[in-house]
């Protein structure tokens, strides 16, 4: 018969429980808020405080996983999407319609964005036992409180056992984080060569019990569970007048063990459904949900019941009668009977009920634990613990050894998931404890019940399965007389996402129907999925908000193109959530990015223009590149592109007249065909002697079509002739430069006059051959013409010092008089302006008589020897009178005195 599940309110657990509780970014999880009391209906909204998380819709699920007996809604489960970008560190408050978690001591109830730790080794930071021996222990104070594990990778090797530390990383709490399923998230590979073990423990065979006594008389302790699996309950003790044993103590889990009969007061034996309780024996392990506290029993109760795995099944019952067996918990074995039947109840399975105590029908027996769990692992759970046999009580026949054995503790939970990969070639081990042994006692001690297997559940979008995986049932501790043995626990589960499951057998060990597979997302490429599962997987696509926008099927280990949906849900990045039975597993998610919302996959470069909307993916040219992005679509690939594209951009590429013929283009030679080939709006502009007018130009002009230099000046005619509509005529004498060999008409002509090493002699921006002043030095080109008066290699009309003389020409031209000493050579080509007898380049422009002429040009200034120049010539008077006024008599009177002056002064 089965127990109706009681829930009842504990003080040492929140009234939520948050699994999964942390993340990294990057990581999509399935998380499961789980509630005592209340439930869910399926209505309510999950939301966090962090921005850098996206929640999904939620579902509910029946939390105890019997759908005969459902719990409506106990579970609530949600995707929490975390941001590539999101910063670690951040605790992120977790809201059931608007209601914030509550936190205990013990649990924050807060979502965790975190850096992954790097892989544990052996003897490292991250091993607990802190010793090279083989054994990895992972710190249970690296877990959250939660019971989450974050790692970048993770590596067993083929010589190494992994375990996880069950020490309670907070003991000023009630309760022992340390003992929830192991969740391990690793954002890398997973390479496990090695072994991980979570297994129960076995239950303690009898005599073995109460270490501060240790005598056959006591119960052999309870098996502790695997992290998330119950507790053995304690074995009963031998209680009679004669001999007075101890009862064997409840094995910590999930869910606690039962302490077997009180040694002081036997007739206070207490059962309890998975809490735990003593008096004598050790307090069990206390359940997040305790489902039934402590509870007085009658005397006929001596052996403690097993506890479930599952945090809403129920322990065992004990046995309300000396002939009735103990009740089948909901996951827990029962307590065994008083008299002649005293095997513990196996623990209740995922898939199969635990065996009852004893081998035959007319025995009464404890009762075997049922089936637990569901195939979704909604919530993740562990196996259950074996009730604990029983002892003696009151025989006529005292007797010392009739102390029962231990249950075994249930299997663990495992959740590995690698988001990279994963490679299991070694072995996983979650498997219920034995019960204890009571061979050699008295043929009234009963054998323990044994523990059901655990759960491992391995997600991975490439998961490799070529090891062993264990989930299987602990045996019956077992008596050597009247075999009032323990049952055996039941089967536990092995799901696999990312892998079809291998044989039963030659892999995973177990029966068949306890290893079931999910949809795990293989590979996304664009808008293109690939799931493996061994059946049909439902999908349904989310918006950027976690809105719904399409759903469908998808067939076994199969590829869909989603591009359809894409563009009937209007674009955006989406996620493809893929799930079997309802609930998806941690790497059934394909993450589509669709950044400007054309409906268009950016996955692998699927999208041509990933911030253009493009639905079409049009690509004239075939570069990779769409044309709602390309710059220069150039159909023709001449260089030039078509301005009619919405990508065009033109400065980086000069339109194109023509895209469709790579001959025709801005440049292009242009041919007599009908056709304008260069693209300047004209049809057959030929340039036949490429100078830059077309013939039909030069033709109006006069120029030769087939002569780029027509009247052969150097210059082409296009450089003549800057607008054929008012062709240049520089000098204005009715022939256009082009037909001009002397444009500026200056009488050198341009040749002549171009080719200079400076073209430009006096950089006024006006080229010699225009400029009729090449020099500018005042007098004309057209005077000074090409002679090279000074003969040094630069004729006249560009040297600004004709004559050599160090004085500038246009000095020489503007002094006084052009030609000072009118001999008919002008001042700037005589080397001797004044005709004094003394050169220019002698005299120089100073005026050292003060006259206000300059020396050069002249005849009378004062020499080195303090007379006139030309003055006196011996003894004589004047040589020459005075001429053109430039030396009046005053002047000579006043130089005259001045030296006789200076001469009495010396004498």
Request: proline share 6%.
């Amino acid at each position: 018969m089965m127990l109706l599940l009681a829930i009842a309110s504990s003080p040492l657990w929140a009234t939520d429980l948050l699994q999964v509780d942390a993340a990294a970014p990057g990581m999509n999880v399935v998380v499961h808020i789980i509630r005592d009391t209340g439930g869910f209906t399926g209505s309510e909204s999950v939301s966090t405080s962090c921005a850098d998380i996206t929640v999904s819709p939620v579902d509910v699920f029946d939390g105890d996983g019997d759908p005969s007996n459902p719990i409506e809604g106990a579970v609530l489960s949600a995707i929490f999407f975390v941001s590539p970008d999101a910063s670690t560190g951040q605790d992120c408050s977790v809201y059931v319609d608007g209601v914030q978690l509550e936190a205990t001591a013990a649990m924050d109830n807060l979502f965790s964005i975190v850096e992954p730790s790097p892989a544990p080794t052996d003897g490292g930071p991250y091993d607990a036992d802190g010793t090279v021996d083989g054994i990895i222990v992972l710190d249970s104070a690296e877990r959250s409180d939660g019971g989450v594990y974050v790692l970048e990778s993770l590596e067993v090797a083929a010589t190494e056992t992994l375990l996880f530390s069950t020490h309670d990383p907070a003991p000023a709490y009630d309760g022992n984080n340390a003992l929830l399923p192991v969740i391990v998230l690793v954002s890398g590979q997973a390479m496990i060569d090695g072994t991980i073990d979570i297994s129960g423990e076995d239950g303690g065979m009898y005599g073995s019990g109460n270490a501060a006594h240790g005598q056959d008389g006591d119960g052999g302790d309870g098996g502790d569970g695997g992290p998330g699996g119950g507790g053995g309950g304690g074995g009963g003790p031998q209680g009679t007048g004669d001999v007075t044993g101890y009862s064997g103590s409840g094995g910590m889990g999930y869910a606690g063990g039962t302490a077997g009969l009180s040694a002081t007061e036997p007739t206070q034996a207490q059962g309890g459904r998975g809490s735990g309780s003593e008096p004598d024996g050790a307090m069990g392990g206390t359940s997040p949900f305790s489902t039934g506290a402590a509870e007085p029993a009658t005397d006929t109760t001596l052996a403690g019941p097993g506890s479930s795995g599952n945090p809403f099944g129920t322990g065992g019952g004990p046995a309300t009668s000396t002939l009735a067996g103990g009740q089948s918990g909901f996951g827990g074995g029962g307590g065994s009977t008083l008299l002649c039947a005293e095997g513990g109840g196996g623990g209740g399975g995922f898939g199969t009920d635990g065996q009852n105590g004893g081998n035959t029908e007319d025995i009464r027996v404890g009762g075997g634990g049922l089936a637990n769990g569901n195939q979704q692992f909604v919530p993740l759970m562990g196996g259950s613990g074996g009730a604990g046999g029983q002892g003696l009580y009151e025989l006529e026949d005292f007797y010392d050894d009739y102390a029962g054995g231990g249950g075994g503790g249930g299997g663990g939970a495992l959740l590995l998931v690698a988001y990279d990969s994963a490679q299991v070639s070694g072995s996983i081990l979650a498997n219920g404890g034995s019960g204890g042994d009571t061979t050699g006692a008295s043929p009234y001690s009963g054998g323990g019940g044994g523990g059901s297997g655990g759960a491992v559940f391995l997600a991975s979008p490439t998961l490799s399965l070529d090891g062993e995986i264990q989930v299987s049932g602990g045996q019956g501790g077992v008596n050597s007389s009247w075999n009032p043995d323990g049952g055996a626990g039941g089967e536990g589960r092995i799901r696999f996402d990312g892998a079809p499951p291998p044989t039963p057998g030659t892999g995973p060990t177990g029966y068949p129907a306890t290893t079931w597979e999910g949809c795990a997302v293989t590979s996304v490429d664009g808008p293109l999925i690939t799931i493996s599962s061994p059946a049909s997987c439902a999908y349904v696509g989310l918006d950027s908000s976690a809105t719904p926008v399409f759903s469908g099927t998808l067939a076994t280990d199969s590829t869909m193109d989603i591009t359809s949906d894409l563009l009937a849900a209007g674009g955006g990045d989406t996620w493809v959530v893929f799930s079997r039975d309802t609930v998806t597993s941690p790497v059934g998610v394909a993450t589509i990015t669709d950044g400007d919302y054309d409906g268009i996959a950016n996955n692998d470069g699927w999208d041509n223009c990933p911030e253009d909307p493009n639905t079409d993916q049009a690509d004239a040219d075939a570069d990779g590149m769409g044309d709602a992005c390309d710059p220069c679509t150039d159909v023709d690939g001449d260089g030039y592109g078509d301005d009619s594209y919405a990508g065009y951009d033109p400065e980086e590429c000069e339109a194109d007249c023509d895209d469709a013929d790579p001959d025709i283009h801005p440049g292009a030679e242009e041919l007599s065909d009908g056709i304008d080939n260069d693209c300047n709006g004209v049809i057959d502009d030929l340039d036949s002697d490429g100078d830059g007018l077309t013939d039909d130009e030069e033709g109006t002009i006069g120029t030769d079509p087939y002569d780029p230099d027509s009247d052969d000046d150097g210059l082409s005619d296009g450089e003549e002739v800057p607008d054929t509509a008012d062709p240049r005529d520089s000098d204005g004498d009715g022939t256009i430069d082009a037909l001009d060999d002397d444009d500026d008409g200056d009488g050198i002509l341009t040749i002549i006059e171009n080719s200079e090493d400076d073209t430009d002699a006096d950089d006024d921006g006006i080229p010699n051959y225009l400029d009729l002043d090449s020099d500018s030095d005042s007098v004309p080109d057209a005077d000074e013409g090409t002679t090279d008066t000074d003969e040094d290699s630069t004729p006249d009309y560009v040297d600004d010092d004709d004559d050599g003389d160090g004085i500038p020409t246009s000095t020489e031209e503007t002094e006084w008089s052009d030609d000072a000493d009118d001999d008919g050579i002008p001042n700037y080509l005589d080397l001797d302006s004044d005709d004094d007898g003394l050169s220019d380049a002698e005299e120089g422009t100073e005026d050292l008589d003060g006259d206000g002429i300059p020396d050069y040009v002249d005849p009378l200034e004062p020499a080195d020897t303090g007379l006139p120049k030309g003055s006196y010539h011996g003894g004589g008077g004047l040589s020459c009178a005075a001429t053109r006024g430039h030396l009046p008599g005053f002047s000579l009177l006043l130089a005259l005195g001045a030296l006789l002056a200076s001469t009495r002064r010396h004498r």
